[in-house]
C-alpha cells in the first residue's frame, strides 16, 4: 500500500485508515460528513498530510 497525499484523493466515507500527521502516524476515523479526521472527538484535519486504507485483518485459525 502506498501513501495517498490529502491533496491529491480524500477517503471515501466513513472509513478507518491510518494517518499521517505532521509529527508522526495516527490511526483516525475519517467522517466524510464533515470531511475531516478525527481521533476520538478531536479534529485532526489540519494535521493530516498522507493517508491509506488499513489493512486486511489476519486470518484467524479457524480462517486457515
Known sequence: MEWISVKDQLPKSPKFVIAYKKNGLVLGLYFGADKEFRY???SQTNQ???WMPLPSPPKTEEQC
Open 40 to 42: 476520538g472527538e478531536i
Open 48 to 50: 493530516v498530510t498522507h
